[in-house]
Antibody
Framework: EVQLVESGGGLVQPGGSLRLSCAAS????????MSWVRQAPGKGLEWVSA????????YYADSVKGRFTISRDNSKNTLYLQVNRLRAEDTAVYYC????????????WGRGTLVTVSS | EIVLTQSPGTLSLSPGERATLSCRAS???????LAWYQQKPGQAPRLLMY???TRATGTPDRFSGSGSGTDFTLTISRLEPEDFAVYYC?????????FGGGTKVEIK
């Protein structure tokens, strides 16, 4: 079955860190660019970061640049997001999403992992 | 960055009715690089349309997309019970990728 499964979310204090993971299965992970998209409670979708299929090129939204780091391990079919210096406004469900070949729309989504930043 | 404005915010309709959702961009979206997603409560978004008018695999043909430049439309010809959800547009022609604020289609 083609799927993405996120993990690693939780409650963290402001200024803290987490590492989110996304396990991919059912497709050739190493052939696709991947991305993280987040959704604050009751709000819309916000693109966070993306990474090329090889991992050699990364992209970030201005809101997270310098605090978040995207990476991937193609041998483990896993995508990561290291989130540092967390703020209350980073509270959201973080979705892992697969990018279509050659285009930057999201054709497969995981179920998400909730990150709550609160003291 | 390209700002996408979706309207209306909420659409109250009955099953069987036609739904017309609008997505307006603050500047031209290159090559009609616009996608639509459907999200139901507690679920992840699901790709419905891409390239403004191409249905994704599994999208019923009652869904259609149109538009170019700055004005795009998602139409649901006859609402089925499973179509009541929130719909988002997304442009992918220009970095950063951006989403509209969503239109909620609710049962009247």
């Amino acid at each position: 079955e083609v799927q993405l499964v996120e993990s690693g979310g939780g409650l963290v204090q402001p200024g803290g860190s987490l590492r989110l993971s996304c396990a991919a299965s059912g497709f050739t992970f190493s052939s696709y660019a991947m991305s993280w998209v987040r959704q604050a409670p009751g709000k819309g979708l916000e693109w966070v970061s993306a990474i090329s299929s090889s991992g050699g090129t990364t992209y970030y939204a201005d809101s997270v640049k310098g605090r978040f780091t995207i990476s991937r391990d193609n041998s483990k079919n896993t995508l990561y997001l290291q989130v540092n210096r967390l703020r209350a406004e980073d509270t959201a469900v973080y979705y892992c999403a697969k990018l279509a070949v050659g285009f930057w729309y999201f054709d497969l989504w995981g179920r998400g992992t909730l990150v709550t930043v609160s003291s | 960055e390209i700002v996408l404005t979706q309207s209306p915010g909420t659409l109250s309709l009955s099953p069987g009715e036609r739904a017309t959702l609008s997505c307006r961009a603050s500047q031209s979206v290159s090559s009609s690089d616009l996608a639509w997603y459907q999200q139901k409560p507690g679920q992840a978004p699901r790709l419905l349309m891409y390239g403004a008018s191409t249905r994704a695999t599994g999208t019923p043909d009652r869904f259609s997309g149109s538009g170019s430049g700055t004005d795009f439309t998602l139409t649901i010809s006859r609402l089925e019970p499973e179509d009541f959800a929130v719909y988002y547009c997304q442009q992918y022609g220009t970095s950063p990728l951006t989403f509209g604020g969503g239109t909620k289609v609710e049962i009247k």
